[in-house]
């Protein structure tokens, strides 16, 4: 689960960590009260969208907004400008696609004095099983493009599980980061903090991006992500309710409510599996034939025939999908069950792509028996290479 810049401030500040005042706002009116609040002289006004790249971003040619998602203002007046330009503007992004995303608030926040910019960020090493730090003294720019192109400046340290974060962690991270007198003092202190709240909140990753270091010497978060494990959201229900529906997907909205756990892809052929490993082994099959699968798509071991038909009818709500493979082992899961849902959601949604099914394991004779009295054009497969090489050729053939 993903939250906004603002949000992450919220918590992270609850823990030590330095972050500059500010508030969020809906409105115009809003943003130019927390402005005034606020004092100035300098303010900086922030689009808030699950996006990176927003200072680089572009508003559409439809939309009122002019310039990037982040602005640096000197008047209380062009704090008022900057929010009505980007409030229900669309902000588009390298991350955000071309379709970009609606701005619906925005975070106005004090303005400081940089001197240097640094990155920063908390995550699972899934090598080491281990939260590692990963710093880099080029901040604000995208990381991904530092590793890959001068990776000897990226500093990673791995944090031992059993004793936790020390401070001689932070110390090498800071003397790595060049820092000095003042500084390493700040910034250990704040990595400190970071780690707590990083272990605390069960978050899968904190990234600070631009780490700012002030003239004054303080290690402040300029920006702020935070992502969390969806499986310990039952522990923070607080956090859970910073979720912002309307910045997800809503195909992985809708199944979310189904606890189905659905993933849309680039591809045409769209899947639908029993058990997360099928499912990926399904779309790495798809993809040796020759097929680009549309979709992750696990509707577990103890699916109702209600879930099944909402999965189907996820798989047809993208536009893209060309033709569907059903793969089922049934082991917990019965194959009767997946066949009267398969059925039912074709009729209920006019079927007008190949479908091709495989079934295997409980109550598969009547599974097969099912499809084959559904009157639906429905292709059998025995085994997963069988499946993959008729949904693909259906694909070609139908196109």
């Not at 699950?50 to 640096?72: I, L, Q, W």
């Not at 631009?210 to 522990?235: E, Q």
């Not at 993208?318 to 069950?337: H, T, Y």
């Not at 495989?358 to 009157?375: F, M, P, Y």
Request: net charge negative; glycine share 10%; hydrophobic share 40%.
């Amino acid at each position: 689960m993903n939250i906004h810049e603002y949000q992450a401030k919220q918590l992270l500040s609850q823990y030590g960590v330095a972050v500059l005042r500010g508030g969020v706002a809906y409105t115009t009116a809003e943003a130019e009260t927390i402005a005034k609040d606020l004092g100035g002289p300098v303010w900086v006004v922030k689009s808030q969208i699950h996006a990176g790249g927003r200072g680089k971003g572009k508003f559409t040619e439809d939309s009122s907004g002019d310039g990037g998602g982040v602005r640096v203002v000197k008047d209380v007046e062009d704090v008022r400008e900057s929010a009505k330009q980007m409030l229900g503007a669309t902000l588009v992004t390298h991350q955000t696609g071309p379709t970009g995303k609606e701005v619906k608030r925005v975070y106005i926040e004090d303005g400081c004095d940089i001197e240097k910019e640094l990155y920063l960020s908390l995550l699972i090493d899934r090598a080491t099983s281990k939260v590692t730090i990963i710093a880099c003294e080029e901040g604000g720019v995208d990381i991904e493009e530092v590793a890959a192109s001068t990776p000897e400046k990226i500093l990673t340290v791995a944090i031992d599980p059993v004793s936790g974060m020390q401070r001689f962690h932070a110390s090498q991270v800071a003397f790595g980061l060049g820092l000095k007198g003042d500084q390493v003092k700040s910034a250990v202190k704040f990595l400190m903090s970071m780690y707590r709240a990083f272990v605390e909140l069960d978050a899968s990753q904190v990234e600070i991006n631009p780490l700012v270091v002030t003239k004054g010497g303080d290690v402040i978060a300029l920006d702020a992500k935070m992502n969390f494990d969806d499986n310990a959201l039952y522990r923070h229900k607080d956090i859970e309710e910073m979720r912002d529906e309307d910045e997800q997907d809503a195909a992985e909205l809708e199944a979310e409510r189904h606890d189905l756990s659905y993933i849309k892809l680039d591809g045409n052929i769209g899947c639908m599996v029993n058990g997360a490993g099928l499912a990926m082994a399904t779309m790495d099959i798809i993809k040796l034939y020759g097929g680009e699968p549309a979709n992750f798509l696990d509707v577990g071991g103890g699916a109702t025939k209600e879930r099944v038909t909402t999965a189907f009818k996820l798989i047809l709500s993208d536009s893209n999908v060309e033709g569907i493979l059903v793969n089922i082992f049934g082991g917990i899961m019965r194959c009767d069950v997946i066949a009267e849902g398969v059925v039912a959601a074709a009729k209920d949604v006019s079927l007008s792509v190949p479908l091709v099914v495989r079934l295997e394991g409980t109550n598969v004779d009547l599974g097969k028996k099912i499809l084959a009295q559904s009157g639906l054009p429905i292709v059998s497969a025995d085994d997963l290479a069988d499946a993959a090489e008729k949904v693909v050729k259906e694909v070609k053939e139908a196109a």
